[in-house]
């Protein structure tokens, strides 16, 4: 069961663009969720973080919102760059989850172009 | 510190081998994980430690899998008798102990396995 969903596999967008990456969660246990970066032949890197208490997290060119009704968050890149070409996974835990144990969605391959 | 290192980064066994990997966490990091990611899918959830204890086991670790920390250092995931469906990136997590901190995990750049 994917507790986690990032829907879009995929996004392309212009070099100065904004990049809006969506995710969805089914678990109204979760209430920490993160934002990782994926280079390939890398691990992941973990890139922003935000609890449930917060409804918004910003960080240099990097936003997460978080809408808990909607169990819905979305990271926000302003501007973007070629450089932030990578796989971006969402990932959630909380209460009830082995502590620290994150489940991650399947990721979107996010290409910026000049 | 030059952040979670994992050995191999490539391994290519034949069905029914064991194999044995190492991950080597930041050194003042107490916890470890382990995840493993498959052809278009995020990282699962193996298991983890707390300095030397394994303290939760993924459904996904069956019985031929095995993990130690011995030391409460570096940590080594063995798979006996590997089968094709093992093939995957096997990725070493590890993050300090306290507060939201736990959540916050480094990654290894993984090790690749391939059964043949």
């Known amino acids: 069961d994917q507790q986690v969903k990032q829907n879009s596999p995929s996004l392309s967008v212009q070099e100065g663009r904004i990049s809006i990456l969506n995710c969805d969660y089914t678990?109204?246990?979760?209430?920490?969720f993160l934002w990782y970066k994926k280079y390939p032949a890398e691990g992941p890197t973990f890139l922003i973080s935000?609890?449930?208490?917060?409804d918004k997290n910003e960080d240099g060119r990097f936003t997460v919102f978080l809408n808990k009704s909607a169990k819905h968050l979305s990271l926000h890149i302003v501007p973007s760059q070629p450089g932030d070409s990578a796989v971006y996974f969402c990932?959630?835990?909380?209460?009830?989850?082995?502590?620290?144990?994150?489940?991650f969605g399947r990721g979107t391959q996010l290409t910026v172009w000049p | 510190d030059t952040g979670v290192s994992q050995d191999p980064r490539h391994k290519i066994t034949k069905r029914g081998q064991n194999v044995t990997f190492r991950c080597d966490p930041i050194?003042?990091?107490?916890?470890l994980y382990w995840y493993r990611q498959t052809l278009g899918q995020g990282p699962e959830f193996l298991t983890y430690?707390?300095?030397?204890?394994?303290?939760?086991k993924s459904r996904l670790l069956s019985d031929r899998f095995s993990a130690e920390r011995p030391k409460g250092s570096f940590s080594t995931l063995e798979i006996q008798r590997t089968e094709q469906g093992d093939s995957a990136m096997y990725l070493c997590?590890?993050?300090?102990?306290?507060?939201?901190?736990?959540?916050?995990?480094?990654f290894g750049p993984g090790t690749r396995l391939t059964v043949t």
């Open positions: 997590a590890s993050s300090l102990g306290a507060g939201t901190s736990v959540y916050e995990q480094y």
């Open positions: 678990n109204s246990m979760f209430d920490y």
């Open positions: 935000i609890s449930s208490i917060k």
């Open positions: 990932a959630a835990t909380g209460r009830g989850s082995t502590l620290g144990r994150l489940y």
């Open positions: 050194s003042e990091h107490n916890r």
């Open positions: 430690f707390q300095n030397e204890a394994q303290l939760e």
